[in-house]
């Protein structure tokens, strides 16, 4: 029987044993994962498949997680957005909060667990 699965996840993030960390730990919890290692590629994947999460890290070259954020949000991405950085100023958090991006601490690999879950929540509540 195939293994369940929550949904699909975009993960974000420059830097490889990050983006393999959240590979395995999301999979483990039931999500179908994708990766991309900066913020053009995330964007190009966005636009060929729907994703129900997309885990953004903050700080990367060329597009950073706030960028690749404001431009899903334009385009009318109607999943969860989690940035998942340890690089958060209150200006970042304010944006995040307008946006309707979650803010999660690189180093609370639970508080981004949950958060993936409360997507499937939402779509469940609605």
């Known amino acids: ?4 699965r929550l949904g699909h996840v975009l993960v974000v ?3 490889d044993d990050i983006r ?4 395995i730990v999301l999979s483990i919890e039931g ?14 994947q966005c636009a060929q498949r729907a994703y129900d999460v997309v885990v953004l890290d903050e700080r990367m070259p060329g597009l950073n997680g706030l960028q690749v ?8 991405f109607d999943g969860r957005l989690v940035l998942f950085s340890a690089y958060v ?6 944006e995040c909060e307008e946006l309707g ?3 999660v601490d ?14 499937v929540a939402t779509t469940i509540a609605s």
């Open 1 to 4: 029987m195939a293994e369940p």
């Open 13 to 15: 993030d420059d830097e």
């Open 20 to 23: 393999a960390m959240l590979q």
């Open 31 to 44: 999500w179908s994962v994708d990766e991309a290692s900066g913020g053009s590629e995330a964007l190009a």
């Open 69 to 76: 954020a404001r431009r899903l949000v334009a385009r009318g």
């Open 89 to 94: 100023d209150d200006d970042v958090r304010s």
């Open 101 to 103: 991006v979650a803010v």
């Open 106 to 119: 690189k180093v609370d690999w639970y508080a981004l667990v949950e958060n993936c879950r409360g997507a």
